[in-house]
């Protein structure tokens, strides 16, 4: 009799402690956000510096323009005013120049916007060249050399400002003469860039873990919460082999609790790292 009145009282006992304390000391850490970059990118995306195109009344018999000295003379104007560094000539930017050349003699057109609407942003792209700003002078005219070329750019205020546009690293240059509206003239076009490369890079592949974490915790949550639903609804056990199955979800859903805390611990830390990337990089660039 003794025997089973103890049976009797650790039932009891057991049953206010299953229900009352199998959550006690249990952390659930809340699911972390990283930034989005998106809004960062269509910024820089936005920043393209076109002041309208120059057209010369210039009529040099002698006219001859280079893409090397253009850029000569284009550092020097920058070297001239305030000692701003060098451009550096880049092959991207200057495939993206001769592309838009090419276009405004087969087209007939002198705007920084061809007849479909292709602007310096998608010479660019077109041209493989990331950016985080950009810039597009264009001329017309038959200029006596390359010097000439550059002063009246120079003269230009909007033009003036891209050449001297300290943030601006780098230049591509396309010269060429051929017919335009039934004379023969010389195009001039410069492209101005300052790549994306010169910011630190955020890392893809830290959002992808974040994302692979951030649905494995989700799915964890999933299993808690029908583990905790089961518990909640369960009966006092009545035998031994019932407190043991009870027993055994108890810990199963404390098991999935350290589980899930220590995902989520990793996915804060992954994130902490992901925005400060994201800080530094929008830092950058509005340098």
Same mark, same amino acid.
């Given at each position: 009799m003794k025997k089973l009145f103890a049976v009797i009282i650790f039932f009891a006992c057991a049953w206010l402690v299953w229900q009352q304390g199998w959550l006690s000391g249990i952390?659930?850490?809340?699911?972390?956000?990283?930034?989005?970059?998106?809004?960062?990118?269509?910024?820089?995306?936005?920043?393209?510096?076109?002041?309208?195109?120059?057209?010369?009344?210039?009529?040099?018999?002698?006219?001859?323009?280079?893409?090397?000295?253009?850029?000569?003379?284009?550092?020097?104007?920058?070297?001239?005013?305030?000692?701003?560094?060098?451009?550096?000539?880049?092959?991207?930017?200057?495939?993206?120049?001769?592309?838009?050349?090419?276009?405004?003699?087969?087209?007939?057109?002198?705007?920084?916007?061809?007849?479909?609407?292709?602007?310096?942003?998608?010479?660019?792209?077109?041209?493989?060249?990331?950016?985080?700003?950009?810039?597009?002078?264009?001329?017309?005219?038959?200029?006596?050399?390359?010097?000439?070329?550059?002063?009246?750019?120079?003269?230009?205020?909007?033009?003036?400002?891209?050449?001297?546009?300290?943030?601006?690293?780098?230049?591509?240059?396309? %010269?060429?003469?051929?017919?335009?509206?039934?004379?023969?003239?010389?195009?001039? %076009?410069?492209?101005?860039?300052?790549?994306?490369?010169?910011?630190?890079? %955020?890392?893809?592949?830290?959002?992808?873990?974040?994302?692979?974490?951030?649905?494995?915790?989700?799915?964890?949550? %999933?299993?808690?919460?029908?583990?905790?639903?089961?518990?909640?609804?369960?009966?006092?056990?009545?035998?031994?082999?019932?407190?043991?199955?009870?027993?055994?979800?108890?810990?199963?859903?404390?098991?999935?609790?350290?589980?899930?805390?220590?995902?989520?611990?990793?996915?804060?830390?992954?994130?902490?790292?992901?925005?400060r990337q994201v800080n530094e990089y929008n830092a950058c660039i509005k340098q």
């Amino acid at each position: 009799m003794k025997k089973l009145f103890a049976v009797i009282i650790f039932f009891a006992c057991a049953w206010l402690v299953w229900q009352q304390g199998w959550l006690s000391g249990i952390k659930r850490a809340p699911v972390v956000q990283k930034q989005d970059l998106s809004q960062a990118l269509q910024s820089i995306k936005d920043e393209i510096l076109a002041p309208p195109p120059l057209k010369s009344a210039r009529q040099s018999a002698s006219a001859y323009l280079t893409l090397h000295g253009v850029i000569e003379q284009t550092n020097l104007q920058r070297a001239a005013n305030g000692g701003l560094p060098a451009l550096k000539e880049n092959s991207k930017l200057n495939q993206a120049a001769a592309a838009k050349l090419k276009d405004m003699f087969a087209q007939q057109y002198f705007e920084h916007e061809s007849p479909q609407g292709k602007g310096p942003a998608d010479l660019a792209k077109a041209a493989g060249y990331e950016y985080i700003a950009i810039g597009e002078n264009l001329a017309l005219g038959n200029f006596d050399n390359d010097k000439v070329l550059v002063q009246d750019w120079m003269d230009s205020p909007g033009h003036r400002a891209n050449i001297l546009n300290s943030r601006f690293t780098e230049i591509g240059v396309a %010269v060429g003469r051929g017919e335009y509206e039934g004379r023969t003239v010389w195009l001039a %076009v410069q492209e101005f860039g300052r790549p994306a490369s010169i910011c630190p890079p %955020v890392s893809q592949s830290i959002k992808s873990e974040i994302d692979a974490l951030q649905s494995e915790a989700d799915r964890l949550l %999933v299993q808690m919460d029908g583990l905790k639903a089961d518990l909640a609804a369960a009966s006092e056990p009545k035998t031994q082999a019932e407190a043991d199955a009870y027993n055994q979800k108890v810990a199963e859903y404390n098991n999935l609790i350290k589980i899930y805390n220590n995902k989520v611990d990793l996915l804060k830390s992954m994130t902490a790292e992901y925005n400060r990337q994201v800080n530094e990089y929008n830092a950058c660039i509005k340098q």
